[in-house]
């Protein structure tokens, strides 16, 4: 058997094949597989194929597996580095995610389609629907996410714009465009955004910034600072209190509400927490909560089978801001 001219990429062609082209419900008897080396100007003998089989298995971790079905034996891939149901809980994240542009979505769903097969991979093209989901526009967020880790890494400062949108969609630059200076220590997502918590050299209290709203911070040569106190800050903790990462005063605050209700109660603070009776339909439980409008919205949004109890000016901010909801309502007719 003369020798391909692609001969020293043999192995590496063969790997490709078997990921490429077989998965635990598609296979390629050894005639296939050799048919499709040919395509790439490549031939072996079955033994080399063996031997190169147990060198994936051996050297990459790829299992490839025989199956005999009547007189034919078919080969393929068994154990992969990501299975086709972690790709998909991957492919999901990426497409609810806000903070991942439309345009970025697709091309990390493109490559992450990679490692799986071709025929799984026409399985995920049926679920992928990025179209139309609200997007973040600030394309620049994967160097700002890099950026900050780089910051944190060298224990560094970093600088930034910041901005807000306004109703004609452009963008209002806070601080009259002058850089904000923080101290990063650490990346969450809360409510399918980006936020960074650091500490504010000004106020001396560890703040949240969207990263979608950050105009291109920047590493600085100046070593952070709020080290004890962002130790002491339970993150945990911290994204259960802060509603959608709006600010606010932290408080605790008691809730009645139905019984019913619990599992809402459950999906947001945790198990951790603790119901208090107080009949037999109804039951209430202390919680820290940053007070902001986000949290009240939510509050209302719960509808009639949940109300706040204490404390005091808590309550008559919920009643303030119900009556100027229906004033404004009334002004609308």
């Given at each position: 058997m003369s020798?391909?001219t ?15 082209k077989?998965d635990?419900e598609?296979?390629?008897?050894m005639p296939?597989?050799?048919e ?9 003998e ?5 031997t190169d089989?147990?060198d994936?298995?051996d050297?990459?971790g790829?299992?490839?597996?025989k199956e005999?079905?009547?007189?034919e ?7 992969r580095e990501?299975?086709?149901a972690e790709?998909?809980l ?15 979505s697709?091309?990390?769903?493109k490559?992450i389609?990679g490692f799986?097969?071709?025929h ?13 989901r ?5 394309e ?6 890099d950026?900050i880790?780089?910051?944190?890494a060298h224990?560094?400062k ?27 220590w ?11 918590v650091a500490?504010?050299?000004?106020s001396?209290?560890c ?11 920047e590493?600085?040569n100046e070593?952070r600072?709020?080290e ?14 802060t509603?959608?990462m ?8 008691k809730?009645q509400?139905?019984n019913?209700?619990s599992g809402?109660f ?6 951790d927490?603790s119901f208090?009776p107080v009949d037999?339909?109804h039951?209430e ?8 409008p986000?949290?009240?919205g ?5 509808g ?11 309550v008559e901010?919920v ?10 309502m009334?002004g609308?007719?």
């Amino acid at each position: 058997m003369s020798k391909g001219t692609n001969q020293k990429f043999k192995f590496t062609y063969l790997m490709q094949i078997m990921l490429e082209k077989t998965d635990d419900e598609h296979a390629l008897t050894m005639p296939q597989i050799m048919e499709e080396l040919e395509k790439h100007d490549v031939t072996a003998e079955r033994k080399s194929i063996y031997t190169d089989f147990q060198d994936m298995t051996d050297k990459f971790g790829i299992e490839i597996l025989k199956e005999k079905v009547g007189r034919e034996t078919y080969y393929h891939v068994g154990t992969r580095e990501f299975e086709l149901a972690e790709v998909k809980l991957l492919i999901d994240a990426i497409q609810s995610s806000k903070f991942i542009s439309e345009r970025k979505s697709r091309e990390l769903i493109k490559k992450i389609k990679g490692f799986v097969s071709v025929h799984q991979a026409n399985q995920l093209q049926r679920q992928v629907f990025v179209q139309g989901r609200i997007k973040t526009m600030n394309e620049s967020i994967y160097y700002s996410v890099d950026e900050i880790h780089n910051a944190i890494a060298h224990n560094r400062k970093i600088r930034f714009r910041y901005f807000h949108w306004q109703p004609d969609k452009s963008q209002y630059i806070l601080h009259g465009g002058d850089y904000f200076v923080v101290s990063p220590w650490a990346l969450t997502w809360d409510d399918e955004y980006y936020y960074l918590v650091a500490f504010d050299d000004f106020s001396k209290n560890c703040k949240h910034y969207r990263v979608d709203k950050m105009i291109k911070p920047e590493m600085i040569n100046e070593k952070r600072e709020g080290e004890e106190e962002f130790r002491d800050l339970d993150m945990a903790a911290y994204s259960k209190a802060t509603f959608g990462m709006y600010g606010g005063n932290k408080k605790r605050v008691k809730i009645q509400f139905h019984n019913k209700m619990s599992g809402v109660f459950i999906d947001r603070f945790g198990k951790d927490i603790s119901f208090i009776p107080v009949d037999e339909k109804h039951s209430e439980l202390n919680v820290d909560v940053f007070v902001s409008p986000q949290f009240y919205g939510w509050i209302f949004g719960l509808g009639k089978d949940v109300k706040i109890v204490s404390p005091a000016e808590v309550v008559e901010e919920v009643k303030n801001l119900a009556k100027q909801f229906l004033e404004n309502m009334e002004g609308n007719k």
